[in-house]
């Protein structure tokens, strides 16, 4: 887990985050990785940001590829998730990952990997 220069000290018992970014590439390990951040997110009642980072993908192509990794982040999630928490699936390439990935919805907490 990746904690940012942005959080303030808090007593662990009263950590509470409000958005938890899950970086997704679809390995054995960030599957691994997931039940973690699930249960992260739960606990806290968080929005659970399953993130994907495709890169080198040609420009027309992205739309379609876009929907297809959203669907598959989505089929990562427990049918019952969004009784829990707030599940959203992100798509970001290249040159916008780079700009957005360190604060989406954000968060100052990214990653278990």
């Known amino acids: 887990m990746t904690i940012g220069p ?30 973690f951040a699930l249960s992260l997110a739960e606990e806290t009642q968080a929005n659970l940001i399953l993130l994907h980072g495709p890169a080198m993908v040609a420009m027309d192509a992205r739309m379609i590829l876009r929907d ?3 669907k598959q982040l989505n089929d990562l999630l427990p049918r019952d998730a969004s ?12 040159f916008e990952a780079e700009k957005s990935c360190a604060s989406p919805r954000n968060a100052r907490c990214i990653g278990l990997r």
Do not use: R
């Open 83 to 94: 009784d829990w928490c707030n599940p959203e699936g992100m798509v970001l390439y290249e």
């Open 6 to 35: 942005q959080v303030a000290l808090v007593e662990v018992h009263t950590w509470k985050p409000k958005n938890i970014v899950f970086p997704a590439d679809f390995s054995e390990t960030s599957l691994h990785a997931l039940p």
């Open 68 to 70: 297809k990794i959203l």
